[in-house]
């Protein structure tokens, strides 16, 4: 018998689609696009549309397993459930009752976005009172910080208003990638009512491609750009003044001081565009009557993306397309939908504790003292490949006084290092509340099969292992519809509207604000063009652009920059299961344009060896004018096994950005080379501090 089951996704990406499940005698066989929900309009992505084969990989783990080899071998042995979890509290009250509860790490992300998949794990470990993970530094602290000094802590524009829209601006977003459902939307509006797109982008992606105009802007230079657009609008007579006036701080000081260094001959000279393209976007913008710029956080992900994101985030201010609907900025919506979060993710537990920083999982492991990590808890993430400084991460984990669990559907190059790996259900096979953070969406996902072979939820393991650790807050012991009550007492503003029974009947809620323009909730109540925030961090309080002292040294060490991007067919290394999908990504590889390859007698489908002063990758060669000279571009994060040696992020830093202390990917310079037959990839002049 088959029946249809509405379902939510739960992979990290804004869209956040309501999606049908269909299934037969028990088993997920199709996944598809909810008709009725407008924003999702009955399409899934290209990843989702093959999760029957996500949830039914046979390469799923199916039992608990131990460890019987050494450390990152992936030798293990099936357990059973009780002795898993008997002896994961037994170690854990062990070093509890030794070094204390900070000595435990719980490390868990955004692989499962349901509200109480994804955060009654931290609840765990808020009330174990254990070290506290800065998480998603790797992701978007650094553009969430410089939206929250600038606009402050609140939803930007809704997705969904682009039909008011009469220009697109997708900065630093390969939209096409990372966010469908806004892109068919803008695409619909320009075939319909001649919209016009523009993307800013170092790289000729899939949406520049089909742009009406594409700016191929240097790496990191974004913040110059802007100022750029915004000293044309002054000189065109293009600024808003009345909206400057009335809604923005420190607009004058910015006029005075920073617009006159940024001549569109300058403007040029640092972005390496063209003048007249900056004319054009400038005219473009300052002529539209709601223009919307949809920020990616692309230009995030290096040493000076705080910056960069802020200023492109102030242009609306000097335009006042803040205050017009279909115009503005959208980066994250999430901040806007004011649930009782707290009551999962802390539901008991010290109001502070030790922090340890997502991005720095490797260094932490092999330098925190008193006392040292030393027992860690890691759920729905993969930083064996994912953050940055792999080798350090890998050397942390194979310490061999080092307690490990891995929670994750499958045998990730991060589970190989775990003591005990426990198979993890996947959202198909959960119950759970989903908000989503590029929309303005609220919907409930009815688990609809139940989980492959013994897997279990991250609640479920959440509730059984605060049970055996002693905790007595209620929501370790309540079903996933009560804790989901929980989320909605005691919250405020438009999700608390959404009623849970309509909810959980399966209808999904917009939950937008009675529109009024843009609202700030900076410490000004305004648009901050000058930021006091800033200036007592020692950062400059308004915006500008300046070249990196540190990245200008790796530069003249290393002749080319990285750029990391979204797969298509891939998100970071969640869909590696997949073998379809894994295919049409192809093997991991990277792109060089043609001057680069030549110069270095490199070709197309050549093994080629990427390396720096932290070691060597071998990946497969690409070449395409897609990209700028001077520039590697490395899609994806791919796990080691698939491709010829190692991976990325083994030749990134773990430096932080300036705002948010982020991930600075990009800050990476290499070189690249043929690969010689029997090289093994390895780190190189890699010390522990
Ligand atoms: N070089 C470079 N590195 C990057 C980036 C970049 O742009 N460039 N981007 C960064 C960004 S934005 C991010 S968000 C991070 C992502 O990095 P991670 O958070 O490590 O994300 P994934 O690789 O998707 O790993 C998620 C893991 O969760 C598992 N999983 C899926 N569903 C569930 C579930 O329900 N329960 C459990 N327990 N596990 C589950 C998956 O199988 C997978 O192994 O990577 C960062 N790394
Ligand atoms: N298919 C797919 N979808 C995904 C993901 C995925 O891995 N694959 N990841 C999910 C996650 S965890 C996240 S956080 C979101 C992120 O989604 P987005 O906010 O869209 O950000 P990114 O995908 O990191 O942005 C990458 C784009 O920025 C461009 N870029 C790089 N440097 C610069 C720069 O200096 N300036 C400008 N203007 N552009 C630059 C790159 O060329 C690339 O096209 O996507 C989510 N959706
Ligand atoms: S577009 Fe995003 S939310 Fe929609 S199905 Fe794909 S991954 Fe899920
Ligand atoms: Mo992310």
């Not at 790490?105 to 998949?117: P, T």
């Not at 393991?461 to 012991?477: E, S, Y």
Request: hydrophobic content about 40%.
């Amino acid at each position: 018998m088959v029946k249809s089951v509405r379902v939510v996704c739960a992979h990290d990406c804004p869209d956040m689609c309501s999606l049908i499940a269909h299934v037969e005698d028990g088993k997920v066989v199709r996944v598809q696009g909810d008709p009725d929900h407008p924003y999702t309009a009955g399409f899934a992505c290209g990843k989702v549309n093959r999760d029957a084969d996500l949830v039914n990989s046979p390469e799923r783990i199916t039992t608990p397993l131990k460890r019987s080899g050494p450390k990152g071998s992936g030798q293990f042995r099936p357990i059973t459930w009780d002795d898993a979890l008997d002896e994961i509290a037994a170690r854990w009250k062990a070093v509890i009752a030794e070094s204390g509860p900070l000595a435990l790490l719980g490390y868990a992300y955004s692989a499962h976005q349901g509200l109480m998949n994804r955060g009654l794990v931290n609840g765990l470990f808020h009330a174990l009172g254990a070290s506290r993970l800065q998480a998603g530094t790797v992701c978007d602290t650094c553009c969430e910080v410089a939206w929250d000094t600038t606009v402050g802590p609140v939803g930007g524009a809704d997705p969904e208003s682009v039909v008011h829209s009469d220009l697109v601006i997708s900065w630093g977003a390969d939209l096409a990638a990372t966010n469908v459902h806004f892109w068919a939307l803008a695409e619909t509006q320009r075939k319909q009512r001649g919209v016009k797109i523009i993307v800013i982008d170092p790289r000729r992606t899939r949406s520049a491609k089909a742009a009406d105009l594409h700016l191929p802007i240097r790496i990191g230079t974004d913040a110059a750009l802007a100022l750029g657009v915004m000293h044309i609008l002054v000189r065109d007579k293009l600024a808003n003044r009345d909206y400057i006036a009335k809604h923005t701080l420190g607009f004058d000081k910015v006029e005075r001081d920073i617009l006159p260094k940024f001549t569109p001959a300058r403007t040029a000279e640092i972005t390496g565009l063209d003048v007249n393209d900056i004319e054009t976007l400038a005219a473009m913008y300052g002529r539209a009557k709601a223009a919307l710029i949809r920020l990616g956080e692309g230009m995030t992900r290096l040493t000076h993306g705080g910056q960069a994101l802020r200023t492109v985030a102030l242009l609306p201010g000097v335009s006042g397309h803040y205050g017009v609907e279909g115009g503005g900025a959208l980066l994250l919506t999430a901040a806007s939908c004011d649930l009782n979060y707290a009551a999962v993710r802390k539901p008991s537990g010290p109001a502070t504790a030790r922090q340890v920083n997502h991005l720095r999982l490797g260094e932490e492991l092999l330098n925190m003292k008193d006392p040292p990590i030393r027992a860690l808890y890691i759920s729905a993430n993969n930083p064996a490949v994912t953050c940055p400084e792999v080798h350090k991460v890998q050397k942390g984990l194979a310490r061999e006084d080092l307690f490990t669990v891995v929670h994750d559907p499958f045998m990730t190059d991060t589970a190989k290092y775990a003591d005990i790996v426990l198979p993890a259900a996947s959202y198909l096979e959960t119950d759970d509340l989903y908000r989503a953070y590029g929309a303005y969406w609220m919907q409930w996902g009815q688990k609809a099969a139940e989980p492959a072979g013994q897997a279990r939820s991250n609640v479920d393991v959440a509730q059984a292992l605060a049970r055996r650790m002693g905790l007595t807050d209620k929501v370790f012991t309540l079903s996933p519809q009560n804790v989901a009550k929980e989320l909605f007492k005691g919250s405020t503003g438009p999700a608390a509207k959404a009623d849970p029974a309509r909810l959980f009947a399966g209808e999904p809620i917009h939950i937008k604000h009675d529109w009024d323009g843009q609202p700030f909730k900076t410490p000004s109540g305004k648009l901050e063009f000058y930021s006091e925030q800033l200036a007592r961090q020692g950062l400059s309080p308004v915006p500008d652009w300046q070249p990196d002292p540190v990245e200008a040294e790796e530069a003249a060490t290393w002749p080319l920059r990285l750029l990391t991007a979204p797969g298509y067919f891939q998100a970071h290394t969640a869909f590696s299961g997949v073998g379809f999908l894994r295919e049409r990504e192809g093997r991991p590889f990277c792109i060089l344009h043609p001057e680069d390859a030549r110069k270095r007698g490199l070709n197309d489908g050549d093994e080629v060896r990427v390396f720096n002063g932290r070691g060597e990758i071998g990946l497969m060669l690409k070449v395409a004018d897609e990209i700028q000279p001077g520039v590697v571009l490395v899609p994806g994060q791919r796990p080691t096994g698939e491709a010829l040696s190692g991976t990325i992020n083994m030749l990134c830093s773990d430096r932080y950005s300036d705002m948010g202390e982020g991930a600075t990917y990009q800050s990476t310079w290499l070189e690249v080379g043929q690969w010689k037959p029997g090289q093994s990839g390895a780190a190189l002049n890699f010390q522990e501090r």
